[in-house]
């Protein structure tokens, strides 16, 4: 866990509420891996209003991987229309392969050899394209996985009016069982500038 | 009056304690065997309660009470999503499992909140159908006590409610006992602080179903429980081939029989015991809100005027 720099939970119910929430979002951060993805974290709730405020900086690292990243993408046979990408690791393949299948459609796929792909399209018009497909998005993933800890895990499941700010860098999320009042809403702002405050010092 | 004990030993020679019980005129109400160890759960007269001690002893068995066994407890969760699934809601439910009671676990339809949280009549019937409802609840003082003053409602049942903070009994309205030092967990429960907490909860659960009965033995049903179970396994043959767990379920004060109400109620209904009576005469044979099972409650002595 020590790979979070803050990890702040400050709360009204300060017995045990404190001590529980923090191993909560401890073990459910762990279980979906994600202590890289957030660098600064604080939570605020009030179960009396009720109101839960999950507020954290992140840092998400990892760009795309695209095509042209593990693979030679050249013009096919002399006088055929084709595509050939010459893989360097077997690693992506799959991934481009299912790809590859859903844009152009399994028949146009060949595969000569392990590391070697055939697309049957014009290499004029697609070349450049296929060299910049992305295959896989890391951002993306950890962000999906992100939402799922706090929106389906961390929030307490009757806190069913929630509005959330996402961004590359932060993300913000302000639950009620309530109508969501402005001040509360302003409260996660200023938790963001705390963060980001304290990422100056 | 009959003590629930469990006896855990060698499977060598374990037929022999079972023959011993059934001659005391005791009841063996459920046994499994792993491997080359057995458990069994039975119900023991508690006047010749040193007569089983000294076969355990004298097969090196271990020999404990078991306050749990015989009982259908609900553990019931505010909603089946990742919250409360599966940690916390599984530990409790197969802790208790292992001290002998039958736990059928309980996601509600709209258990979550504080001021949204509402039981069905179709949730509160069936948890009604339970001899114990344990409730588990969070994190939050607040909460557990604001909840627990809603939830609730037409519950009949003995509720022993679950939380973190650690409050007394008499601050959570409406709950019969509270245990603390739970609250929403998310991981395994295997710390060695945890596993007490778990034995504790056992422990208050024990208790409370002593309480049930002390005051079932204030009225005591015309037939007993075990006694239900052993005469629909001699007289309906179909239960053998009953694929569900425990096809007969013990209960407090009466069983559950996991077969279709429709097709086996009369027969059910018109079971003869010994004494000369029929089923029908000393239990209300009714269906069950759990699937299309029968729910067998058996009646007061002061409604027959008997007991057998």
Known sequence: MDLIETFIVETTDTEVGEKTTRMLIQDTIADLSLTRAIGRLKVYVDPELPLFIFVALLRLGAPSIKVKDFAKVEMGDIGKDEVKIILSQETNIGKLQSKLWAKYGKDNILQPDRKILVVKTDPLKDMDMLRDMVIEEPKQEVLDRLIDAIALRIIPEGFRVRKHELTNDYVIFVASENTLKPEWVAKGKEILEFLRREDNA | ?308
């Open chain 2, 1 to 308: 009056m009959l003590e629930p004990m469990m006896y855990i030993g060698g499977a060598y020679k374990h037929s022999q304690l079972i023959e011993l019980v059934e001659d005391l005129g005791g009841y063996i109400l459920q046994k499994n065997i792993m491997q080359s160890e057995v458990v069994i759960l039975m119900l023991i007269p508690i006047n010749d309660l040193n007569i089983v001690e000294a076969k355990s002893k004298e097969l090196l068995g271990k020999l404990t009470r078991a306050p749990l066994s015989g009982s259908e407890i609900a553990t019931i969760a505010p909603t089946l999503a990742y919250h409360h699934l599966p940690h916390l809601d599984c530990d409790v439910a197969e802790f208790l499992r292992k001290q002998g009671a039958k736990t059928n676990m309980l996601g509600l339809a709209r258990g979550v909140g504080k001021r949204i949280c509402e039981l069905s009549a179709y949730e509160r019937d069936l948890i009604n159908e339970h001899d114990i409802a344990v409730f588990i609840l969070g994190n939050y003082k607040h909460c557990v006590i604001e909840k627990s003053r809603k939830l609730y409602e037409g519950i009949e049942i003995p509720i022993v409610v679950t939380g973190a903070p650690e409050l007394k009994t008499e601050e959570v309205p409406n709950a019969t006992a509270y245990v603390g030092s739970f609250g929403r967990i998310l991981h395994h429960m295997r710390h060695a602080e945890e596993l007490k907490t778990l034995d504790r909860l056992s422990e208050v659960i024990g208790k409370v179903l002593d309480d049930v009965r002390m005051e079932l033995a204030k009225d005591p049903p015309s037939v007993a429980p075990p006694r239900i179970k052993k005469e629909i396994e001699e007289q309906i043959p179909e239960i053998v081939d009953n694929l569900h767990p425990l096809p007969i379920t013990l209960q407090m004060n009466g069983v559950r029989v996991k077969l279709p109400y429709k097709e086996y109620h009369e027969q059910i209904e018109n079971i003869k015991f010994v004494e000369g009576v029929t089923m029908k005469e000393v239990a209300r044979i009714l269906p069950s809100k759990m699937r299309d099972f029968i729910l067998i409650k058996a009646l007061p002595k002061s409604e027959t005027g008997f007991v057998i």
